[in-house]
């Protein structure tokens, strides 16, 4: 058993820390010049201590009792932010993602993860990136980076880089040539080799795209989702994703979008590892890079599903 003046020091020391825990909390710091204003409060929080002493039967119930408002005021605290996490998407959900499951990797840890890696990989890579530049441009010309307008989570717009896989050739109207009589021999090899999507990395970085995720697509095809498909813009766009590791540009738009919205109501950490993996080896193996018939994907028109292009 404790004697009164040690457990009176136990009491002024436990106190002193809740005190400060709970003023720190509250964002009420008490700041004195006075010390005899000091020296007062203090003999009041030994008065305090000794009276609680007498009265609790229990040094662990005290100890649960002075805990009480800070247990109270955290509690509070992590119930707000589970409502704005959850129900409003102020973390990493967004308006359309209300039906979506609870995630706590997807909505801390998955962007974290994504910018750590993607910044070590930009910067182990920058000697081949500069490299790979000075072909593009000797090969093609400038610009050596291709820029273009891309929807991203929450439907919102974002610059997306790749390196240039085409020519800048037009026809006698001005008008761009199809993606097939643009894309070199070089391209081509940028493009199954994946290397085109390096430049991605920045995106990640700033925090426009993630890792994995469904792919970016263009803002003209906003108006001709369905209801179903536009959930893909739950999650932020990925450089790969499980649509790519399942087909890539061998799935119709119907299939790639199922696949979108599926990998946006699993997403996990053990998920990302395996598409993360199965995406090397489709790289390896230069497996559906373009659709029959296409240098790469055909235009998406619209969707034959119910509710198609509606908002």
Not at 152 to 160: I, K, S
Not at 223 to 230: G, I, L, N
Request: hydrophobic residues 40%; charged residues 25%; glycine residues 8%.
């Amino acid at each position: 058993m404790l004697g009164r003046g040690r457990w009176t020091l136990v009491r002024l020391l436990t106190e002193t820390v809740v005190a400060a825990v709970n003023a720190a909390t509250s964002r009420k710091l008490y700041r004195s010049t006075d010390s005899r204003d000091l020296s007062f409060a203090f003999q009041a929080m030994l008065r305090r201590a000794d009276q609680r002493r007498q009265d609790s039967p229990s040094f662990l119930q005290w100890v649960w009792d002075l805990y009480a408002p800070l247990r109270e005021r955290v509690q509070d605290r992590r119930n707000r932010l589970s409502h704005l996490y959850f129900h409003h998407g102020s973390w990493a959900d967004g308006p359309l993602g209300q039906g979506r499951k609870r995630n706590m990797y997807r909505g801390i840890f998955k962007g974290l993860i994504d910018r750590v890696c993607a910044g070590v990989a930009l910067a182990v890579a920058l000697p081949f990136l500069a490299l790979l530049a000075v072909a593009i441009r000797s090969r093609m010309g400038s610009p050596v980076l291709f820029r273009q307008v891309r929807i991203g989570r929450d439907e919102r717009a974002f610059g997306f880089f790749k390196f240039r896989t085409m020519t800048q050739d037009r026809d006698e109207h001005g008008k761009l040539l199809p993606d097939e009589k643009r894309l070199t021999a070089f391209g081509k090899f940028l493009r199954s080799s994946s290397l085109d999507e390096i430049p991605q990395l920045w995106n990640v970085v700033r925090g426009d795209m993630s890792l994995i995720g469904p792919r970016p697509l263009l803002p003209e095809y906003l108006s001709r989702y369905s209801d179903f498909e536009r959930r893909r813009h739950e999650a932020k766009p990925g450089i790969t994703g499980l649509a790519q590791v399942k087909g890539r540009n061998s799935l119709a738009w119907e299939e790639k979008f199922a696949l979108d919205v599926q990998y946006v109501d699993r997403c996990s950490a053990g998920l990302d590892l395996r598409i993360l993996l199965m995406t090397l080896i489709s790289v390896v193996r230069r497996e559906g890079i373009s659709r029959a018939g296409h240098a790469t994907m055909p235009e998406f028109i619209g969707s034959q599903a119910p509710g198609a292009g509606s908002k």
